[in-house]
């Protein structure tokens, strides 16, 4: 599904990415891990050309993504939910749901507000209010529902449990379970190590912008000493 090759990106001059290879096959969870600074973030921002790669190869379903803008990227079928999650504040959980609307893709069952509702109930019990009277946690399944209705092939997802509370995060590791079991591919980051390991196949160890473990999250789970080496703070 996703092919990432010798991926370098810089903010300036300074170098962040160095040489990040990674994939994602189709209806599989894979999670970028690692202490803040290690290049996360900025690996999704590559992949989906707000940071223009320096050198590499990006290829989503055997085409290649060089040079493509944002919006370019999205239509090809990927969908970002940045850490940020940039809901519009004074628009109904509806209004902005229809924001993200994008036509069926072949093969692919088109995503609809009452399926969105059935993943993350607490949507439909809020469906007339604005983003800006939502809890943090309500936002962040507002964007990813958002998001989903471009109907991607692929989700990139960034610190999709960063300051919710552990009865959300629960429901969002739920929600990434059944969007697997939708087929949909997915690429997260993450910093809570118990989250990665509930919902994903694959882990990838990112430091000072390089890839350091690739391997089964169910391995690095019973690794103590790699997990002490690269995660611990």
Not at 88 to 94: C, E, G, I, M, P
Request: hydrophobic share 45%; aromatic share 4%.
């Amino acid at each position: 599904m996703l092919a990432v090759e010798g991926l370098h990106a810089h903010y300036g001059r300074a170098h962040i990415l160095h040489g990040v290879s990674l994939t994602v096959g189709r209806g599989e969870v894979v999670c970028l891990l690692g202490r803040n600074g290690a290049g996360k973030s900025t690996t999704m921002k590559a992949i989906m050309g707000l940071v223009p790669p320096s050198a590499g190869s990006v290829r989503f379903e055997g085409a290649s993504l060089a040079g493509r803008p944002p919006h370019a990227v999205a239509r090809a079928g990927i969908g970002y939910v940045p850490e940020e999650r940039r809901i519009f504040a004074d628009l109904t959980v509806l209004e902005n749901l229809e924001v993200g609307r994008r036509p069926a893709r072949p093969q692919l069952r088109p995503w609809t507000p009452e399926q969105l509702f059935a993943l993350f109930p607490s949507l439909g019990a809020m469906r007339h209010r604005t983003g800006g009277r939502m809890s943090g946690g309500e936002q962040q399944m507002l964007t990813i529902a958002r998001t989903l209705m471009g109907n991607p092939r692929l989700l990139l997802l960034d610190e999709p449990s960063e300051g919710l509370a552990p009865v959300v995060v629960e429901r969002m590791a739920a929600a990434i379970a059944e969007l697997k079991a939708e087929g949909l591919s997915i690429l997260l980051s993450e910093q809570n190590l118990t989250f990665a390991g509930a919902v994903a196949d694959r882990a990838c160890i990112l430091e000072v912008g390089q890839v350091r473990h690739e391997g089964p999250m169910d391995a690095l789970l019973a690794d103590a000493p790699l997990r002490a080496r690269y995660l611990s703070v």
